[in-house]
Nanobody, 126 residues
């Protein structure tokens, strides 16, 4: 069983920045090939924000390109804990959403897997 815990959300003014973290843990050695950040705003569908592979290929939604950066700890298949990040700059009110991390089922086509965190709220408002 894999557990995902997001953190780092909060209230920030437009133009501000936040860094989200996702701690992925398991009772055994954890092998994650690719993972992603999704977000869901009120009354909207969940959407992909950014994704990363174990060799650092990345993919971003057009709306966040140049403002958000996805990253991960150095790949280590001998441990049961890995952490992923989403650095967000130049935040806009439309970035307001609950942000979730997900271990992807496959990269191409990009397909979410079964494991989701509980989400962390990001609110961009003056």
């Amino acid at each position: 069983q894999v557990r995902l815990v997001e953190s780092g959300g909060g209230l920030v003014q437009p133009g501000g920045s936040l860094r989200l973290s996702c701690a992925a843990s398991s009772g055994s050695i954890l092998r994650i090939n690719s993972m992603a950040w999704y977000r869901q705003a009120p009354e909207k569908q969940r959407e992909l924000v950014a994704a990363i592979t174990n060799n650092d290929l990345t993919q971003y939604a057009d709306s966040v390109k140049g403002r958000f950066t996805i990253a991960r700890d150095k790949v280590n298949y001998t441990v049961s804990l890995q952490t992923f990040y989403l650095q967000m700059y130049s935040l806009k009110p439309e970035d307001t959403a609950v942000y979730y991390c997900n271990i992807l089922r496959q990269w191409s086509p990009l397909t979410p897997g079964d494991y989701w965190g509980q989400g962390t709220q990001v609110t961009v408002s003056s």
